[in-house]
């Protein structure tokens, strides 16, 4: 499969290079030349897969013509050691809960996938003619670099753990993680390093994209990064869409001809997936993108107009994007046309205020605990849901990585799953940074 830039002014790519290169040299993100439909057969005998077979199918699909079976046979299955079940949550609507990853996130599916996929590569590159050899495997590893906010880190790094020939450093703002997302990436030592910087995710983003740039640091080691705009990364999540339509044919017995797919949406990786997934063929009849007070989407649905603006920040933090990178695919994706789009996608967006009026509702009403982030999801099937139409809203997050908020909003104590308090047994490990690049170089060019 060949694969090309949404900016158009970059040579048409290979999936190994657009895995490893992430960005195209023009900026733009990397697009399939092609998306083939699945055959009827599949769709109609679904429910009887379980989500790896289902994964499995979906992958070859996207990426078979590219990579051995066998090998993504084991990829796939290597990465789905979970289940993503789907749970009725009130009257005529379920939520599918993706947070039953190893750090509890959904990202943690796109992390470990680009992680084996990218290890897969590297392994195929044999080392050329006249290559110079230094003699210290260092240099030949593939070093990845990430600035996160808190959910992308962890699920990067436990993605990324003990995966030989690839070293990983997350960048993070001092004080500015929860305490439970700074132990998922600062506690797992081996290939994974944490770096702490002086300052505030912009900085931390700074010194990533100006590691890049520079051409001397380039010259000493590989450099990689790991962000969403990665293809092995965001399409991976589009194995959840097609799981969710499976286990609600078994739950509907088979009446699933008014299904609405609702997805809490920052970056819009995630909705992309599915969006990918329905040009696939999979039989979801419309979409909607719930936002929280960033509402450029939302903006963009109703004017036409798409105009980004500096993030606020809400709740929902994980969601608190101003310019969504996805956005240049879904826009590609659909010919620019926004009658196209619109006629696919609807939109909502919340406050915070309204997001934690849905969580004490919806806790009242159904026992359920929501998490910021899902809470918008759950809200938005709310009020646009139409006669006859079941909808399934994503859970984004385990309402304990929120705990103090969910807590507070609630009046509760959410219990801690064994998962998360494991990581918070580990042994803190962290190398100090100022957000100077000049430090960052030369910490790098000694390693
Ligand atoms: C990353 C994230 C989102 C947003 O997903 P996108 O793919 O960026 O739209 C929503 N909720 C949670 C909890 C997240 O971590």
Not at 82 to 96: A, E, M, Q, S
Not at 329 to 356: N, P, Q, V
Not at 364 to 378: Q, R, T, V, W
């Amino acid at each position: 499969m060949k694969y090309y830039s949404t900016n158009g002014k970059a040579p048409i790519a290979d999936l190994h290079k657009a895995v490893v290169k992430g960005l195209a040299e023009d900026r733009g993100l990397y697009m399939p030349e092609r998306i083939n439909k699945l055959p009827q057969d599949f769709f109609n005998n679904i429910e009887k897969m379980s989500f790896q077979e289902i994964a499995y199918t979906v992958a070859s699909s996207f990426f078979g013509e590219d990579v051995d079976p066998d090998a993504l046979h084991d990829i796939v299955y290597d990465t789905l050691q979970f289940d993503c079940p789907v749970v009725n949550v009130k009257d005529n609507i379920y939520t599918l809960e993706l947070f039953h990853g190893p750090t509890l996130a959904f990202k943690d599916v796109g992390a470990r996938f680009m992680a084996r996929l990218l290890q897969y590569f590297i392994k195929q590159e044999r080392p050329r003619v006249g290559e110079r050899s230094s003699g210290m495997n260092k240099h030949k590893e593939v070093n990845v670099l990430v600035a996160t906010s808190g959910d992308t880190g962890s699920a990067v790094a436990n993605g990324f753990l003990g995966v030989d020939g690839i070293h990983v450093y997350v960048l993070y703002p001092k004080g500015k993680v929860s305490p439970i997302q700074e132990c998922q990436f600062t506690t797992l030592g081996k290939n994974i390093t944490a770096i702490e910087v002086d300052g505030v995710f912009d900085d931390c983003q700074a010194l990533v994209k100006n590691a890049f740039m520079d051409a001397e640091l380039n010259e000493h080691m590989k450099l990689t990064s790991a962000n969403s705009i990665n293809v092995a990364r965001f399409l991976p999540q589009a194995f959840y869409y097609f799981n969710a339509y499976a286990r609600m044919k078994e739950k509907l017995s088979n009446h699933t001809s008014n299904l609405v797919m609702c997805v809490p949406s920052g970056n819009f990786g995630n909705i992309c997936a599915a969006l990918f997934g329905h040009e696939m063929g999979l039989p979801i009849k419309r979409f909607i993108a719930a936002n929280n007070a960033n509402d450029i989407f939302y903006k963009y649905l109703q004017t036409g107009k798409y105009e980004p603006k500096p993030s606020k920040q809400t709740l929902a933090n994980a969601m608190d994007v101003g310019d969504p990178s996805n956005f240049a695919r879904i826009y590609d994706l659909y010919g620019k046309s926004h009658e196209k789009i619109t006629s696919i996608i609807s939109g909502a967006t919340y406050t915070d205020e309204d997001i934690k009026q849905t969580m004490r509702e919806c806790y009242e009403a159904s026992g359920y605990i929501l998490d910021p982030h899902g809470a918008c999801g759950y809200q938005a099937l709310k009020d646009g849901l139409k006669d006859a139409e079941v909808g399934v809203f994503c859970e984004t997050a385990h309402p304990a990585k929120f705990k103090e908020k969910v807590d507070e909003i609630l009046g509760i104590d959410v219990e801690i799953p064994e998962r998360l308090e494991a990581f918070m047994r580990g042994q803190k490990q962290s190398v100090a940074m100022t957000k100077d690049f000049a430090d960052f170089k030369t910490y790098l060019m000694k390693q």
